[in-house]
């Protein structure tokens, strides 16, 4: 599937089934999180795969429809870094693109996560912040499953305007 193909074709999906994601589509899948662009290439992330059941179902306190991913992609990032952000952001996004391209549903959990990073910090022992992060963390999750609902997307009445607004 080509870059353009997997852009209309990614959805938000939140319906798994609890199958196992092949050990290399996951390596696959966060590479393509690593090669996202960084501001002054800081790389300011960890990537923590998580499949283990147990584990996973832990993460449900952000939405029930969680546990039965076949797995979670926890992005910790650096808030030292100016662009800490736009990086996550990026590398997030390029995970969705890579999961989709391989033919599984994805949702990037965030908003539900935020007011609860507090309780993942102390209560996940997957999340302590490494010795590495002394400015802290902060935590995004990719939720991967196979295979893809997929659905129809459409667009909004917002437009694409030429020179001006």
């Not at 923590?48 to 059941?53: A, G, H, I, K, L």
């Not at 969680?66 to 990026?90: C, H, Q, T, Y």
Request: with cysteine; aromatic share 8%.
């Amino acid at each position: 599937m080509d870059t353009l193909e997997a852009i209309r074709k990614r959805r938000s999906i939140r319906r798994y089934t609890d199958d196992a994601i092949p050990k290399a589509d996951l390596e696959t899948i966060v590479d393509a999180g690593r090669l996202a662009a960084t501001g002054n290439n800081r790389q300011p992330w960890d990537f923590v795969v998580v499949t283990d059941r147990t584990m996973i179902e832990r993460f449900k306190v952000s939405g029930a429809w969680i546990e039965k991913a076949g797995a979670v992609i926890v992005v910790v990032m650096d808030p030292v870094s100016s662009w800490w952000v736009e990086d996550g952001a990026a590398a997030i996004e390029n995970m969705l693109l890579a999961s989709t391209a391989l033919g599984y549903g994805a949702c990037w959990v965030e908003g539900d996560a935020l007011p609860r990073e507090a309780l993942f910090k102390t209560s996940f022992p997957l999340c302590p912040p490494p010795p590495s992060r002394q400015g802290g963390f902060h935590a995004r999750y990719a939720l991967l499953s196979p295979p893809p609902l997929v659905g129809k997307v459409s667009l909004s009445g917002s437009q694409v305007l030429s020179q001006r607004f």
